[in-house]
């Protein structure tokens, strides 16, 4: 790629050249006509001399001769004029020969001299010759100043096309540059906008065109593009609205499947654990209430042992009866206890569930939340003395909401159970070290939801178990203490409220419990 | 004098009491040395100190327990202490914990409650196989 100086440089250069060769010929041309010229004048004036001197040749009077010499320009024209009789003796001579070879001037013209040699006549008859040797000063001049002028000319011409081209080069590499410089701006800034007219002056006409349509396709294309990101966004605003939606519509139908596995469960579970209980509970009760009676049995055993120890038994036998004893004992309470666990897992199954369908009532929250976690502490108390929590209690007046209200206070019983049993816990663990237990119970409506945040600072839930306590059966509490069926049974009835369970831990500071009811129960339908 | 050494672990100590009652014949005549544990980590810590002493032949555990629960410990057991055959004794008969137990070299599967004269045959086959 060449730039325009370059291209402009390379058409001056040819131009130069072709106006050189061109007048070269024509200059050419011009010499042969001025040499043919000069020899034409140089003869047609030899022959008027040559007549001149016929009357001399005749008489022989050398006054005539010198006469007719005399007119003659022997400094810059004439070298040298001779003149023969027929017998070839020199009747008058003017000049004398040059130091040039003379066979060299016998051509005729040669570059210092032109030569003639003509015949003279009287009365049509031969009397003698003559010689007239001429300088070529007058030729060389008018050649030279023809050449120089030539050469002149040439450089004229020349040096004006290269200002002219030079000018021309200038003004469109400028205004191209100008316009390169400016349109490549304008791919940056919002060019068009600042667009002035009168900047173009310094343009040439077609220029100043080539400049406006580059600025009115730039501005076009400005257009297109804006409309292009407008369509694009209202595209993307219309894409992340119906992926909204979507989203929305699926977070939906989980909610509802939640919802109506939550119910599924509660009645399914129900409808089984009362069915299933009631049989399991009689062979239980028999199991119970045999080894009540193996009970009373070593008990009377152990009445008649003195009597044992002071009859003929051997030791050995004393031993094994002894022995036989004690392992008596200690399996009839064995089934005594497991009996008893498994009725209280039984109850709980029991609890958890219902095998119809409550229904929905309005009630005081703010009475349900404070009645059930005072209820809690007190039944916390009762299982141990030492037991202490402030609880802080964060609860607007009169909340009052939609429930199945068995359900909740259930769940809340349970909630606020395992707080207490996680701060008892850490009791237990820090032993001597001072530790304030709290409990913190906030509730807040909002639009959507009765929120309602039960935050202790017992010991918390270790990462690795969060996933799990959603899982019926699972605990972490000895097999006496919990059937691990409670965090499942809050799940499914926060379901069933249309809610949501969220559980916040840190291990070793404690646990916050989110329990959401939704605020639309009540009013569907 | 031989002792066929087991190892018993799981949270519930009824469970330890009735096995002892159970297995009492044996121990009385020191063929047969039971050790208790409650939980997993108790067993571990207690093979880190005290292996040299006592050679643990049989772990028999449970499953569902706190701190950690018997599938994992039959991992850890039969990665670092191979010569420990491990039985698994649970509630939850399930396949899914069937094949996991398999997957780390479990020996055998007993669903609770546990048929103690499945236990007994399994003692007397050791007891021959170790020739004590």
């Not at chain 2, 028999?60 to 991992?75: A, K, Q, T, Y």
Request: glycine fraction near 4%; include cysteine.
């Amino acid at each position: 790629m060449y730039t325009i100086k370059q291209i402009l440089y390379r058409r001056f250069l040819i131009i130069v050249i072709l106006l050189a060769v061109v007048s070269l010929v024509f200059e050419a041309f011009q010499l042969n006509y001025v040499v043919n010229d000069f020899v034409r004048s140089s003869r047609k004036s030899n022959k008027i001399l040559a007549q001149a001197f016929e009357p001399f040749v005749e008489k022989s009077t050398d006054v005539d001769f010198k006469s007719i010499v005399s007119v003659l320009d022997f400094e810059n024209d004439y070298q040298l004029i001779e003149l023969t009789n027929l017998k070839g003796k020199i009747l008058a001579i003017k000049g004398e020969w040059p130091s040039v070879d003379e066979n060299e001037i016998v051509k005729g013209l040669t570059y210092e001299y032109f030569k003639e040699r003509l015949n003279l006549y009287f009365n049509k008859k031969k009397i003698g010759e003559i010689l007239i040797l001429r300088k070529t000063d007058k030729l060389k001049d008018k050649v030279f100043n023809n050449l120089a002028y030539f050469f002149f000319a040439l450089l004229g011409i020349t040096f004006t096309l290269f200002l002219l081209g030079r000018k021309l080069s200038l003004e469109v590499s400028n205004s191209l540059g100008e316009m390169r410089d400016r349109f490549s701006k304008a791919r940056e800034l919002s060019f068009y906008e600042n667009y002035n007219q009168s900047d173009q002056n310094y343009f040439s006409e077609e220029i100043k065109d080539l400049s406006q349509s580059f600025s009115d396709l730039i501005f076009d294309l400005k257009t297109s593009k804006n409309s292009l990101e407008e369509l694009n966004a209202e595209l993307e605003e219309r894409i992340r609205l119906k992926t909204q939606d979507l989203r929305h519509s699926i977070a939906d139908l989980k909610k509802y499947q939640r919802k109506l596995v939550a119910q599924e469960k509660l009645v399914s579970l129900g409808t089984l654990s009362a069915g299933v209980a009631h049989e399991i509970k009689n062979p239980l009760n028999l199991i119970a209430n045999s080894a009540k009676l193996i009970e009373n049995v070593i008990v009377e055993f152990d009445k008649v042992d003195e009597e044992l120890r002071n009859s003929n038994l051997s030791q050995s036998s004393l031993e094994s009866i002894d022995l036989g004893l004690s392992d008596l004992k200690v399996t009839t309470r064995i089934i005594r206890d497991n009996s008893e666990r498994a009725d209280s897992i039984i109850r709980s199954m029991l609890q958890q569930t219902r095998a119809k369908a409550s229904e929905l009532e309005f009630v005081n929250y703010t009475e349900m939340l404070t009645k059930i976690s005072s209820l809690c502490y007190h039944s916390a108390r009762a299982k141990d003395k030492s037991f202490d929590v402030q609880i802080i209690r964060d609860i607007p007046e009169q909340l009052a909401l939609h429930c199945y209200p068995v359900d909740l206070e259930r769940a809340l019983i349970n909630i606020f159970d395992n707080a207490f049993y996680a701060i008892r816990h850490k009791k237990k663990n820090l032993r001597e070290e001072k530790y304030s237990p709290e409990l913190v119970i906030r509730a807040v409506k909002s639009d959507d939801y009765f929120e309602v945040m039960i935050s202790d600072n017992g010991v918390g839930i270790s990462k690795d178990l969060r996933d799990k306590i959603f899982e019926p059966f699972f605990t972490t509490k000895p097999s006496t203490e919990g059937t691990g069926l409670g965090m499942s049974m809050i799940y499914d009835i926060a379901m069933s409220h249309d809610g949501d369970l969220l559980v916040d831990s840190i291990e070793g500071e404690g646990t916050k419990i989110t329990l959401k009811i939704s605020s639309k129960l009540g009013r569907e339908n | 004098m031989k002792t066929l050494n087991i190892a018993l672990v799981d949270d519930e100590k009824d469970f330890h009491e009735i096995f002892n009652i159970f297995l009492r014949p044996y121990i009385s005549d020191d063929k047969v040395a039971v050790f208790n544990f409650l939980s997993a980590i108790d067993f571990l810590e207690y093979l880190e100190t005290d292996s040299h002493q006592v050679r643990i032949i049989i772990l028999l555990s449970d499953i569902n327990m706190p701190d950690m629960d018997g599938i994992s410990l039959c991992e850890i057991i039969n990665e670092k202490y191979p010569h420990i055959e491990t039985y698994i004794a649970t509630a939850y008969g399930n396949d899914e914990y069937k094949s996991k137990a398999k997957e780390v070299g479990v020996k055998d599967f007993f669903t609770k409650p546990v048929n103690f004269k499945v236990i007994q045959e399994l003692i007397e086959k050791k007891i021959e196989e170790y020739n004590i």
